[in-house]
């Protein structure tokens, strides 16, 4: 087993855990944040996305002993107490979903992409979240929930 502080959505958890263990598997079974879904299981779905540092990682291919030291985000931590964060209230606004499995990676994606990109084009919004698929075809909603939220809305 091993020892290890992660650091998720601001708090500090002590946690003892195999080696082997995907961050992925840790926050849902040790910490019971479900958001991060697992699809795939090999990197290619983006159900899983969290941030790491602000950068968007598949948690199903990066081991929990990877992200100690660092700042995990998964999407129970943007909301500020009852009030949903902008992205989240985007998606609920343009129906951005259906079954909602893909929706928390999409959405931490978005924080990403706006984090460092405040403007993007519908085709920088597109390219950007290519790394994340959507089984129930909500593409033309998402990129209006994320177009609501660029500058270069017009
Ligand atoms: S479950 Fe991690 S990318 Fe698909
Ligand atoms: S809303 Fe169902 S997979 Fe995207």
Redesign the pocket.
């Known amino acids: 087993m091993s020892n290890a502080t992660l650091k998720v959505n601001g708090k500090e958890y002590r946690l003892s855990f195999s080696p082997h263990q995907t961050l992925l598997h840790v926050l849902r079974e040790e910490l019971g944040l479900v958001g991060a879904r697992e699809g795939c299981g090999i990197g290619i779905c983006g159900?899983c996305t969290v941030l790491v540092d602000g950068r968007t990682i598949s948690s199903c291919l990066m081991l929990a002993v990877q992200a100690a030291g660092h700042d995990i985000t998964t999407v129970e931590g943007l909301a500020d107490d009852e009030k949903l964060h902008r992205v989240q209230r985007a998606f609920i606004d343009h129906f951005g979903?259906?079954?909602?499995?893909?929706?928390p990676g999409?959405i931490l994606s978005t924080v990403a992409l706006l984090a460092n990109h405040t403007n993007p084009s519908a085709e920088e919004i597109r390219e950007y979240l290519s790394g994340n698929?959507?089984?129930?075809?909500?593409y033309p909603n998402?990129l209006k929930a994320v177009m609501s939220l660029s500058d270069s809305e017009v």
Request: charged share 5%; net charge positive.
């Open positions: 159900s979903f259906q079954c909602g499995y893909c929706t999409f698929l959507c089984r129930c075809g909500s998402i």
